[in-house]
């Protein structure tokens, strides 16, 4: 019996110690937002955060998760709405098939910098490829939720 912790829930499963964090999370937990794509690692579609860095869980054995937390896309918007807010206000996906990873890594890179430039941006975002080419929405939208998560200096007490 494998114990994960997944989203801040405890999860106790009876796999294989080899087996993809990916198949552990879609077979066997059912949370299925996050994406099988290449089964190489190189997409990002699979992406997942373990304690808080993006990990491919297509190629990373469950058993590297164990006594760790694992975030997939299903616990991203309890952790950071204004992803959510930024996404939809600029309707970033096309076919969203790779939306899941790019919104995971997003999570990593804004709890890294809050306020990332374009470089941050591209740097983090890098191994997350999009066929349909939403990248310049997609800066956008890690943009807007940057802005989103400042504090205003002046706060006024009524």
């Known amino acids: 019996m494998i114990q994960l912790v997944i989203n801040g829930i405890q999860h106790n499963v009876d796999v294989s110690p080899d087996m993809p964090i990916l ?14 794509g290449c089964g190489l690692g190189v997409c990002g579609s ?23 937390n694992l975030t997939t896309v299903e616990g991203v918007f309890e952790l950071n709405p204004n992803i959510q807010k930024a996404w939809e206000e600029l309707n970033v996906p096309q076919c969203g098939y790779c939306q899941p990873g790019q919104v995971v890594s997003a999570l990593a ?8 430039t374009d ?3 591209d740097s983090a975002m890098s191994g997350n490829i999009c ?16 802005s989103l998560n400042v504090e205003p200096e002046n706060k006024e007490v009524i």
């Open 131 to 146: 066929r349909c080419g939403t990248y310049v929405r997609i800066k956008k939208a890690i943009h807007l939720a940057a």
């Open 46 to 68: 699979c992406t997942v955060l373990m304690d808080g860095s993006p990990i491919r869980s297509c190629i990373t054995p469950v058993s590297n998760a164990v006594g760790k």
């Open 109 to 116: 890179l804004l709890n890294k910098q809050p306020q990332p």
């Open 23 to 36: 198949w552990v999370l879609r077979d066997f937990i059912e949370l299925t937002g996050t994406k099988y």
């Open 119 to 121: 470089d941050d941006i």
